[in-house]
T-cell receptor, first 116, second 113 residues
Framework: DTGVSQDPRHKITKRGQNVTFRCDPI?????LYWYRQTLGQGPEFLTY????????KSRLLSDRFSAERPKGSFSTLEIQRTEQGDSAMYLC??????????????FGQGTRLTVV | AQSVTQLGSHVSVSEGALVLLRCNYS??????LFWYVQYPNQGLQLLLK??????LVKGINGFEAEFKKSETSFHLTKPSAHMSDAAEYFC???????????FGTGTRLQVFP
């Protein structure tokens, strides 16, 4: 088990371009989360999947953002028409829910997006 | 709604000194509480968590935290700081059976020789 993997680690894009990030969770984990972290702040929840179902989306996730987890394994986060305010670290986490509710989220190393 | 407040965005200690990072939470339901550590350009690593049971929780790298319901606090401590402890520390809260985390704004710990 290699942990949660995110690709790319760094992305520089011009304003107005579309970008897509990928997250590969720990293989047996059924839950997958996306967070955004801006400089000097804690991570902020964006969206959450259980298997392939997207169960919750934050109000932070504007119409330009879309996330998928088509087969309940890896996930992609796409940002359309990027803006400078989208510059941030995008973190993915995965976990395996059990009946006791005792779970732990494992985080990837993140994708740092810079919009110029 | 749940929230977390971390008092002190920067804490500096000498190597070997006590580390105390403060966290207060707000939750309308029994919370699950977490401390994560983040090194530069890295993801987050779980230090420790409180779910139920014993209120004093021991974690990795010699850290521990005590859940105090009456004070709505979950402060992180370590008896003796090491240079390798220099990092950003985040307190987080979640509800039972969901691990959507609400994070504080973080505390940057500096350790001086």
């Amino acid at each position: 088990d290699t942990g949660v993997s995110q690709d790319p680690r760094h992305k520089i894009t011009k304003r107005g371009q579309n970008v897509t990030f990928r997250c590969d969770p720990i293989s047996e984990h059924n839950r997958l989360y996306w967070y955004r972290q801006t400089l000097g702040q804690g991570p902020e929840f964006l969206t959450y999947f259980q298997n392939e179902a997207q169960l919750e989306k934050s109000r932070l996730l504007s119409d330009r953002f879309s996330a998928e987890r088509p087969k309940g394994s890896f996930s992609t986060l796409e940002i359309q028409r990027t803006e400078q305010g989208d510059s941030a670290m995008y973190l993915c986490a995965s976990s395996s829910a059990d009946t006791t509710g005792d779970t732990e989220a494992f985080f990837g190393q993140g994708t740092r997006l810079t919009v110029v | 709604a749940q929230s977390v407040t971390q008092l002190g965005s920067h804490v500096s200690v000498s190597e070997g000194a006590l580390v105390l990072l403060r966290c207060n939470y707000s939750s309308s339901v029994p919370p699950y509480l977490f401390w994560y550590v983040q090194y530069p350009n890295q993801g987050l690593q779980l230090l420790l968590k409180y779910t139920t049971g014993a209120t004093l929780v021991k974690g990795i790298n010699g850290f521990e935290a005590e859940f105090k319901k009456s004070e709505t606090s979950f402060h992180l401590t370590k008896p003796s700081a090491h240079m390798s402890d220099a990092a950003e520390y985040f307190c987080a809260v979640s509800q039972y059976n969901t691990d959507k985390l609400i994070f504080g704004t973080g505390t940057r710990l500096q350790v001086f020789p």
